[in-house]
C-alpha cells in the first residue's frame, strides 16, 4: 500500500476548477517532484494535502501502520501530528524566536506534558525537556545551524532561513515532508548545497520527499517520480527521462514558454 | 520632594494594577488581534469573587487571590470557547463587537444577579502605614506592587520558558505556520485567555484591598485605561504593558496631585490621542506592516 493515497482529489473556486480530480500515490521513502506552469495548482495541491484548504470532494489517506486513515476534515496540526509536514513558498518562520525556538515550537506536540509538571518541575518534565534538548542540538547540527542557533530567524541571510524553515519541518517528526519551491531565489551554489540536503532527508531522516520546483535541473536530478500538472489537472506522471520525452508535457508545459 | 515621591509611591500602586489588566489585553491581541473589551469585566468578576470567599469563608488574602485567578482564568476561557472562538474566522469587526457584547453581558449580568449596588470589600489585610522619610507607605501599597511583581515575572518566565510559551509567540507570529507544525490554534488561544484573564482576576482582588468598595461597573474605566497602557507600550508587547500600565498610574496620580482630579481620566485619554498621532506602535511595538 503507498504511503499516501489521493483519489479523485478536487478545489473548486468559486467557478474556477484550481485542482480537478487528481489520482496520485507517493510510496514510501519516495522523493517525488511535482511540476507545472505557474497557476497549474501546484500549492493548491499542497494546501489541500496538509489540510490547510479543504478540498470540495476526493479521498486523501495516509498509510498509518497498515491502515488507512483518511485525512480528510482533519485541522492543519492534526494532519502535522499525523506526519505531513511542510515548508512555504514564501517562507514562514516565526519571526522574533529564535533558531532553536523555531525548532522547539515544532516539537511542541511530540513532547507535551502537563503544564503543571513544567511549571512545578516534576521529573517527567526533566526527562522530556533532556530529550527536546538533545533532538533539537541533533537537528542544530545535522542542517549546519548551530552557529546561529540563538539569532532571531528572522535576521538570518535567505538561504539560512531556508534550512531552518526545513529543520523545523523535520523538528514535527513527519513521514513525508512537502518543499513548496525550496530552491526559489537561490544561486547555484545554495542550490547545490540544498540539492544535497534534500538527499539527506531521505538518508539521514528516513524522510519521504515531495516537492514543487521550477528549477528542472534539480528536479530531473533529485525525483524519481514526476507529477506534471497543468490548469489543475495531472497530464502527465513517470520518471525524469519519460517525463523529458512526453509530448503532453513538452507542448504545455517547456513548448508553452520555460518559467524559471 | 516629599509630596512627589508619596505620589510616585500611590502611582506605582494603581499602575501596577493597570499593568495586570494590561497583560491580558496585550496578550489577547498579539495572538488572535482582538481588542477583549470584556476584559476590565473579567478583573470585576475577579473582584467579586475576592469579596464571596473572604465575606463567607474567611478565607484569607492569599487564597482568595489563588481562587479569584483559577476562577477568573476558566471564565477567561469560558468566554473565548462560547464568543469568540465561534468568529475565529469571521472579520476582525465581528469579535470586536462581540466582545463589547460580552463586556455588557457581564456587567448587567452582575448587576441583575447580586444587584447594582456599591459594597465594602472585606479588610483581609489590616491595614497598617509606615512613615519612611516622610512619606506614607502602607503594606498594602507593597502587597499590591510586590504580588504584581511577582505575577508579572512569572507570567514572562512562563512566556519566554515554557513549551507553551514558545508555541503562544510561535501562534501570534503565524498562526497557520504554528498549525502546520503541529500546534494546535485553539489549545494555546484557549491558554492565553486563560493567563490574561487570571491575572485580571488577581487585579481584580488586589483593588478592592486598595479602593475597599467593589461594583458591577468597577471595570469599565480601568479597563479603557489598561487598554491604553497597552497602546502606550505597544500593543502585542508584554513587556510594553506592563510598562504603559505604571506609566498610565503615575500619570494618573500626578494629575489628581497638581489638584486635577476631575481630568485625571481626560489625561490618560489625552496620552492615548498622543500616542496613537505621533507613535502609534507605542513604546516598545514593532512596526509591523500589514500582511496582505
Redesign the interface.
Same mark, same amino acid.
Not at chain 1, 518562520?93 to 502537563?114: D, G, K, P, S, W
Not at chain 1, 529543520?167 to 542550490?191: C, H, S, W, Y
Not at chain 2, 465561534?86 to 465581528?94: F, G
Not at chain 2, 447580586?114 to 502602607?138: L, W
Given at each position: 500500500m503507498p504511503l499516501l493515497t489521493v483519489t479523485g482529489l478536487s478545489k473548486r473556486f468559486g467557478g474556477l476548477d484550481a485542482v480537478a480530480d487528481i489520482d496520485m500515490h507517493v510510496d514510501e521513502g519516495e522523493l517525488v517532484a511535482l511540476i507545472g506552469p505557474n497557476g497549474a495548482g501546484k500549492t493548491t495541491l499542497f494546501n489541500l494535502l496538509t489540510g490547510v484548504t479543504p478540498p470540495t470532494s476526493g479521498t486523501i489517506t495516509l498509510d498509518v501502520a497498515g491502515q488507512s486513515v483518511s485525512l480528510i476534515g482533519k485541522p492543519p496540526y492534526q494532519v502535522a501530528k499525523m506526519g505531513l509536514a511542510r515548508t512555504f513558498q514564501n517562507i514562514r518562520l516565526f519571526a522574533r524566536l529564535t533558531v532553536r525556538e523555531n525548532i522547539q515550537a515544532a516539537m511542541t506536540h511530540r513532547y507535551t506534558e502537563n503544564f503543571f509538571a513544567q511549571i512545578l518541575r516534576l521529573p517527567a518534565y526533566y526527562r522530556k525537556e533532556q530529550l527536546v534538548a538533545t533532538w533539537t542540538d541533533a537537528l542544530l547540527t545535522a542542517f549546519d545551524l548551530t552557529d546561529v542557533a540563538d539569532l532571531d530567524a528572522d535576521n538570518l541571510p535567505y538561504g539560512t532561513q531556508r534550512r531552518v524553515e526545513i529543520a523545523r519541518a523535520v523538528a514535527t517528526q513527519p513521514k513525508i515532508i512537502f518543499l513548496d519551491e525550496p530552491a526559489a531565489g537561490m544561486n547555484p551554489e545554495e542550490t547545490a548545497a540544498l540539492t544535497a540536503l534534500i538527499r539527506r532527508l531521505r538518508s539521514e531522516f528516513h524522510l519521504t520527499v515531495v516537492l514543487i520546483e521550477h528549477d528542472m535541473s534539480l528536479v530531473m536530478n533529485l525525483a524519481e517520480r514526476i507529477y506534471v500538472l497543468e490548469h489543475g489537472k495531472l497530464i502527465a506522471t513517470g520518471t525524469p527521462a519519460a517525463i523529458q520525452q512526453d509530448e503532453a508535457v513538452i507542448a504545455a508545459y517547456l513548448g508553452g514558454g520555460v518559467h524559471a | 520632594m516629599q509630596t512627589f515621591l508619596q505620589q510616585v509611591i500611590n502611582g506605582l500602586s494603581l499602575g501596577s494594577i493597570y499593568a495586570l489588566l494590561a497583560l491580558g489585553y496585550t496578550m489577547v491581541y498579539g495572538i488572535i488581534k482582538l481588542i477583549n473589551f470584556a476584559h476590565g469585566d473579567i478583573y470585576m468578576i475577579g473582584a467579586f469573587w475576592g469579596y464571596y470567599v473572604i465575606n463567607t469563608y474567611h478565607v484569607d488574602f492569599f487564597v482568595a487571590l489563588l481562587s479569584s485567578m483559577v476562577v477568573t482564568a476558566g471564565l477567561g476561557m469560558l468566554i473565548e470557547f462560547l464568543a469568540y472562538r465561534p468568529l475565529r474566522h469571521s472579520p476582525r469587526i465581528t469579535a470586536l463587537i462581540t466582545a463589547i457584547g460580552v463586556s455588557y453581558f457581564l456587567e448587567n449580568g452582575m448587576s441583575f444577579l447580586f444587584g447594582a449596588n456599591t459594597r465594602d470589600f472585606p479588610q483581609a489585610v489590616a491595614q497598617r502605614n509606615y512613615q519612611v522619610a516622610g512619606i506614607t507607605v502602607s503594606n498594602i501599597q507593597v502587597l499590591i506592587l510586590v504580588t504584581a511583581v511577582i505575577l508579572m515575572v512569572g507570567l514572562q518566565l512562563?512566556v519566554q520558558k $515554557?513549551?507553551?510559551g $514558545?508555541?503562544m509567540?510561535?501562534v501570534a507570529?503565524?498562526p497557520?505556520?504554528?498549525?502546520?507544525?503541529?500546534?494546535?490554534?485553539n489549545h494555546v488561544i484557549s491558554?492565553t485567555f486563560g493567563l490574561g484573564s487570571a491575572l485580571a482576576g488577581a487585579g481584580g482582588v488586589l483593588i478592592g484591598l486598595y479602593y475597599n468598595s467593589i461594583d458591577p461597573l468597577m471595570g469599565m474605566t480601568p479597563g479603557i485605561k489598561a487598554f491604553v497602557a497597552a497602546v502606550v507600550g505597544g500593543i502585542g508587547s508584554i513587556p510594553g504593558a506592563a510598562i504603559g500600565g505604571f506609566l498610565i498610574g503615575l500619570l494618573e496620580t500626578g494629575v489628581q496631585a497638581i489638584g486635577l482630579s476631575a481630568y485625571k481620566d481626560a489625561a490618560v485619554y489625552v496620552v492615548l490621542i498622543v500616542i496613537l498621532v505621533i507613535l502609534p506602535s507605542g513604546l516598545l511595538g514593532?512596526n509591523v506592516k500589514e500582511k496582505v
Amino acid at each position: 500500500m503507498p504511503l499516501l493515497t489521493v483519489t479523485g482529489l478536487s478545489k473548486r473556486f468559486g467557478g474556477l476548477d484550481a485542482v480537478a480530480d487528481i489520482d496520485m500515490h507517493v510510496d514510501e521513502g519516495e522523493l517525488v517532484a511535482l511540476i507545472g506552469p505557474n497557476g497549474a495548482g501546484k500549492t493548491t495541491l499542497f494546501n489541500l494535502l496538509t489540510g490547510v484548504t479543504p478540498p470540495t470532494s476526493g479521498t486523501i489517506t495516509l498509510d498509518v501502520a497498515g491502515q488507512s486513515v483518511s485525512l480528510i476534515g482533519k485541522p492543519p496540526y492534526q494532519v502535522a501530528k499525523m506526519g505531513l509536514a511542510r515548508t512555504f513558498q514564501n517562507i514562514r518562520l516565526f519571526a522574533r524566536l529564535t533558531v532553536r525556538e523555531n525548532i522547539q515550537a515544532a516539537m511542541t506536540h511530540r513532547y507535551t506534558e502537563n503544564f503543571f509538571a513544567q511549571i512545578l518541575r516534576l521529573p517527567a518534565y526533566y526527562r522530556k525537556e533532556q530529550l527536546v534538548a538533545t533532538w533539537t542540538d541533533a537537528l542544530l547540527t545535522a542542517f549546519d545551524l548551530t552557529d546561529v542557533a540563538d539569532l532571531d530567524a528572522d535576521n538570518l541571510p535567505y538561504g539560512t532561513q531556508r534550512r531552518v524553515e526545513i529543520a523545523r519541518a523535520v523538528a514535527t517528526q513527519p513521514k513525508i515532508i512537502f518543499l513548496d519551491e525550496p530552491a526559489a531565489g537561490m544561486n547555484p551554489e545554495e542550490t547545490a548545497a540544498l540539492t544535497a540536503l534534500i538527499r539527506r532527508l531521505r538518508s539521514e531522516f528516513h524522510l519521504t520527499v515531495v516537492l514543487i520546483e521550477h528549477d528542472m535541473s534539480l528536479v530531473m536530478n533529485l525525483a524519481e517520480r514526476i507529477y506534471v500538472l497543468e490548469h489543475g489537472k495531472l497530464i502527465a506522471t513517470g520518471t525524469p527521462a519519460a517525463i523529458q520525452q512526453d509530448e503532453a508535457v513538452i507542448a504545455a508545459y517547456l513548448g508553452g514558454g520555460v518559467h524559471a | 520632594m516629599q509630596t512627589f515621591l508619596q505620589q510616585v509611591i500611590n502611582g506605582l500602586s494603581l499602575g501596577s494594577i493597570y499593568a495586570l489588566l494590561a497583560l491580558g489585553y496585550t496578550m489577547v491581541y498579539g495572538i488572535i488581534k482582538l481588542i477583549n473589551f470584556a476584559h476590565g469585566d473579567i478583573y470585576m468578576i475577579g473582584a467579586f469573587w475576592g469579596y464571596y470567599v473572604i465575606n463567607t469563608y474567611h478565607v484569607d488574602f492569599f487564597v482568595a487571590l489563588l481562587s479569584s485567578m483559577v476562577v477568573t482564568a476558566g471564565l477567561g476561557m469560558l468566554i473565548e470557547f462560547l464568543a469568540y472562538r465561534p468568529l475565529r474566522h469571521s472579520p476582525r469587526i465581528t469579535a470586536l463587537i462581540t466582545a463589547i457584547g460580552v463586556s455588557y453581558f457581564l456587567e448587567n449580568g452582575m448587576s441583575f444577579l447580586f444587584g447594582a449596588n456599591t459594597r465594602d470589600f472585606p479588610q483581609a489585610v489590616a491595614q497598617r502605614n509606615y512613615q519612611v522619610a516622610g512619606i506614607t507607605v502602607s503594606n498594602i501599597q507593597v502587597l499590591i506592587l510586590v504580588t504584581a511583581v511577582i505575577l508579572m515575572v512569572g507570567l514572562q518566565l512562563i512566556v519566554q520558558k $515554557t513549551k507553551m510559551g $514558545t508555541a503562544m509567540r510561535a501562534v501570534a507570529v503565524d498562526p497557520e505556520a504554528a498549525a502546520l507544525v503541529g500546534i494546535d490554534p485553539n489549545h494555546v488561544i484557549s491558554f492565553t485567555f486563560g493567563l490574561g484573564s487570571a491575572l485580571a482576576g488577581a487585579g481584580g482582588v488586589l483593588i478592592g484591598l486598595y479602593y475597599n468598595s467593589i461594583d458591577p461597573l468597577m471595570g469599565m474605566t480601568p479597563g479603557i485605561k489598561a487598554f491604553v497602557a497597552a497602546v502606550v507600550g505597544g500593543i502585542g508587547s508584554i513587556p510594553g504593558a506592563a510598562i504603559g500600565g505604571f506609566l498610565i498610574g503615575l500619570l494618573e496620580t500626578g494629575v489628581q496631585a497638581i489638584g486635577l482630579s476631575a481630568y485625571k481620566d481626560a489625561a490618560v485619554y489625552v496620552v492615548l490621542i498622543v500616542i496613537l498621532v505621533i507613535l502609534p506602535s507605542g513604546l516598545l511595538g514593532k512596526n509591523v506592516k500589514e500582511k496582505v
